[in-house]
């Protein structure tokens, strides 16, 4: 899974290249200006001029979160050698932002701000209830991916059997335990 990461990665970095005119400019050099117009991108970015430093947050975000991969589960572990679920997050983002995000995946879900599955994006906190929880939060991860057509999701997370790793949503046990998302205030 950190092979689609860095795949989505060098897929958004290469956009970024189009977009800023640095794809292949021998086959827009004959182009007359009207149509050099539409192949300017720069409409996508207008009203969020800090496209590039939230881009660079994220990657930096991800690198700490990729960096635990394969660390083992411990209930009530806040890290740095083994986690639970809301410990792996709050550490993650500790380290990234010095940004306290909430102690418990509860906390978490109550202290950020809640967006809809369609506004999802990369570094968002997604919950899930778990086995001992009920209706209630008992679970939570980090997007990774995001498919804004389907709005299936890719995260990573402390899992109680296999400590931390990527799952999506589209797996059974996450579908029907699906809660909402937050995202954190930097």
Same mark, same amino acid.
């Given at each position: 899974?950190?092979?689609?990461?860095? +795949?989505?990665?060098?897929?958004?970095?290469?956009?970024?290249?189009?977009?800023?005119?640095? =794809?292949?400019?021998?086959?827009?050099?004959?182009? *007359?200006?009207?149509?050099?117009? @539409?192949?300017? #991108?720069? +409409?996508?970015?207008?009203? !969020?001029? !800090? #496209?590039?430093?939230?881009?660079?947050?994220?990657? @930096?975000?991800?690198?700490?979160?990729?960096?635990?991969? =394969?660390?083992?589960?411990?209930?009530?572990?806040?890290?740095?050698?083994?986690?639970?679920?809301?410990?792996?997050?709050?550490?993650?983002?500790?380290?990234?932002? *010095?940004?306290? @995000?909430?102690?418990?995946?509860?906390?978490?879900?109550?202290? !950020?701000?809640? @967006?809809?599955?369609?506004?999802?994006?990369?570094?968002?906190?997604? #919950?899930?209830?778990?086995?001992?929880? =009920?209706?209630?939060?008992?679970?939570?991860?980090?997007?990774?991916?995001?498919?804004?057509?389907?709005?299936?999701?890719?995260?990573?997370?402390?899992?109680?059997?296999?400590?931390?790793?990527?799952?999506?949503?589209?797996?059974?046990?996450?579908?029907?335990?699906?809660?909402?998302?937050?995202?954190?205030?930097?």
């Amino acid at each position: 899974m950190k092979k689609l990461y860095l +795949f989505c990665l060098f897929l958004m970095l290469s956009i970024g290249q189009v977009a800023n005119g640095e =794809g292949n400019r021998n086959a827009t050099e004959n182009v *007359d200006e009207e149509e050099k117009e @539409i192949d300017n #991108f720069d +409409f996508l970015y207008e009203g !969020n001029p !800090n #496209f590039d430093e939230a881009f660079s947050r994220t990657s @930096i975000l991800m690198d700490e979160a990729f960096s635990h991969l =394969g660390k083992r589960y411990r209930s009530g572990a806040k890290g740095p050698k083994a986690f639970d679920c809301s410990g792996f997050t709050s550490y993650v983002y500790k380290q990234f932002s *010095d940004v306290f @995000i909430g102690a418990s995946s509860r906390d978490q879900y109550a202290s !950020n701000i809640p @967006i809809s599955r369609s506004e999802i994006r990369c570094g968002d906190l997604v #919950f899930f209830t778990s086995p001992h929880s =009920g209706r209630n939060v008992g679970h939570v991860g980090i997007v990774v991916d995001f498919d804004p057509v389907t709005q299936d999701f890719t995260f990573i997370h402390a899992s109680s059997y296999s400590g931390v790793k990527l799952s999506s949503s589209t797996e059974s046990v996450y579908v029907k335990r699906y809660i909402g998302a937050r995202r954190v205030r930097l």
